[in-house]
């Protein structure tokens, strides 16, 4: 198993942030050295794109506001528009390339760091399999499913079998 190389760096913070960072550390169960990395990746991965891009921050009760007061056609064409087109400007201003890791890596990303959800990646019999769960309801998972397969399409040229329900949903695709 290779170890990623580390460097060793010394910083000057405010005393009232270190107090935050360790206690957020305990809480956590992890080191202040393991948090701090933690920081340090999710700036370095995408709070740092994402300024690049605009992007504001909406609470998820906020956005579940606003789909749940659009119809269901909308709400599809909503998913479809931003799907088409933000993501795969991201995957090329990030990795320059629009491979099939860069697009399944934007997409674990995007639920890592956007607040809709969990998921779970699997590969089986030359398919990649993405499981949700969410909290948004029906219109969130037509959102997602519209949002997720604009991006494959938009992308890498690939159509997707999507299965929906109120909290939850499932898109595959060849690999």
Not at 54 to 71: H, P, Q, W, Y
Request: charged fraction near 25%; aromatic fraction near 12%.
């Amino acid at each position: 198993m290779n170890a990623k190389k580390t460097s060793t760096i010394t910083f000057r913070i405010d005393n009232e942030y270190e107090k935050i960072l360790r206690q957020d550390s305990e809480l956590k169960g992890v080191s202040l050295n393991v948090l701090a990395n933690q920081i340090f990746r999710d700036y370095a991965e995408w709070d740092r794109y994402m300024k690049s891009f605009g992007t504001i921050v909406l609470s998820r009760d906020a956005f579940k506001l606003i789909i749940d007061e659009l119809d269901e056609k909308s709400v599809i064409s909503l998913g479809v528009k931003i799907g088409e087109s933000a993501p795969k400007e991201f995957i090329l201003f990030k990795w320059k390339d629009l491979s099939s890791y860069n697009v399944i890596s934007f997409m674990k990303m995007f639920f890592d760091h956007c607040g809709y959800g969990k998921y779970d990646h699997q590969t089986q019999n030359d398919k990649h399999i993405f499981g949700i769960r969410h909290d948004l309801g029906y219109r969130g998972s037509l959102f997602l499913k519209s949002y997720l397969e604009a991006v494959i399409r938009s992308t890498l040229g690939k159509q997707c079998v999507s299965t929906v329900s109120d909290n939850s949903l499932t898109v595959s695709f060849e690999i």
